[in-house]
């Protein structure tokens, strides 16, 4: 497991467009059909990682409080399923499925959309406003595997909030981290950004 962290970039881009494999349902899912127009939470996340394990039960609480407010969220596996099996997914399907996902699990198999969003690791968390422009680009909350913090979303819930509140949004944005995204490798080195 290699540790990495969210890419620092400028706030403000608008959220790339997208089609993906939902496996559950079997059917294509897009950004103009997930997005919200109060806000979209972008997760890139996986099976595998221990970070991303750690924070489902907390994933799927924050996503039942804040959908009922109007936000959307959509989680997306970019991992390498091919040497990462694990990752496959018919294993998305089993743990959507475990955890009760409330929002749509995706597979960006050619790792195009992990790249678009400069995604960097799982868990890695992108907030989008009403019209698509990322407002927030870090973690979910301070817990970690191992550091006895109870895992609560607090640092996206406050986004959320000030969002939903009109009120000023927090200045410090720490990045998220985790295990880093497990590209394909098509016989040259992966830029991992």
């Known amino acids: 497991m290699s540790l990495a962290f969210t890419k620092k970039i400028e706030l403000g881009f608008v959220a790339p467009y997208f089609q993906l494999l939902e ?4 059917k294509k899912r897009d950004l103009n059909e997930l997005a919200s127009s109060t806000a ?5 996340i996986c099976n595998h990682c221990p970070y991303v394990k750690h924070i489902n039960a907390g994933l799927v609480k924050l996503a039942n409080d804040y959908i009922v407010k109007g936000i959307s969220f959509i989680a997306i596996n970019p991992n390498d399923a091919v040497n990462y099996p694990d990752d496959s997914p018919e294993n998305m399907i089993k743990i959507a499925t475990k955890h009760n996902f409330p929002f749509p699990y ?10 678009a969003y400069k995604a960097v690791c799982t868990p890695d968390f992108s907030v989008f406003n009403e019209h698509m422009e990322c407002i ?3 973690q979910l909350d301070n817990s970690r595997p191992g550091n006895n913090i109870a895992v609560t979303g607090k640092d996206i819930r406050t986004v959320l909030d000030a969002l939903l509140t009109a009120t000023q949004m927090p200045k ?3 990045p998220s981290s985790g295990c880093s995204i497990k590209w394909k490798h098509f016989g040259f080195a992966q830029n991992n950004f």
């Open 106 to 115: 995706l597979f960006d198999k050619n790792q195009e959309v992990a790249k």
């Open 172 to 174: 410090e944005q720490i």
């Open 23 to 26: 496996p559950l349902t079997g």
């Open 40 to 44: 979209t939470v972008v997760m890139f």
């Open 136 to 138: 927030y680009r870090g």
